[in-house]
C-alpha cells in the first residue's frame, strides 16, 4: 500500500536523502534545529509504529491532531499517513465523526 508519506518523502529520499528538509527558528531562545529527508523519515517510522503498536490505530482510521505550528508536528504527521491513517484537525469534520485516536 502506498500512503501520503511515501508520496511525499521517497522522491526527497531519492534526489538527496542528506539535504535539509525541515529548518525550524525558534528566536525565543534562539535556537535552529534542522532535519534531513532521512531523518525526517526516521522520525515519521518510529510515529507510524508507536501509533500502529500502542495506541492500535490502523490503516483508514482517522487520527485527530491538535498540534501546533512547529516542527514536532512534521513528524508526527508524516507518521500518521505512514501507518496508513487519516490526519484530521480539531474542529474538521473528520474529527467530529472520528472518535479517533489524538495525538
Excluded at 36 to 41: L, V
Excluded at 44 to 53: E, F, S, Y
Excluded at 81 to 103: D, H, I, N, Y
Aim: with cysteine; net charge negative; glycine share 10%.
Amino acid at each position: 500500500m502506498t500512503t501520503a508519506a511515501d508520496a511525499v518523502l521517497t522522491p526527497l529520499l531519492t534526489a538527496d536523502p542528506g539535504a535539509p528538509l525541515v529548518t525550524h527558528y525558534d528566536l525565543a531562545a534562539p535556537s535552529r534545529v534542522e532535519l534531513s529527508a532521512t531523518s525526517t523519515a526516521n522520525w515519521a517510522a518510529k510515529i507510524a509504529g508507536l501509533l500502529r503498536d500502542e495506541v492500535g490505530v490502523q490503516p483508514g482510521d482517522v487520527v485527530v491532531c491538535d498540534l501546533p505550528a512547529h516542527w514536532l508536528t512534521a513528524g508526527v504527521v508524516l507518521g500518521v499517513w505512514w501507518a496508513g491513517a487519516e490526519v484530521a484537525t480539531v474542529g474538521s469534520r473528520s474529527a467530529g465523526a472520528a472518535g479517533a485516536a489524538g495525538a
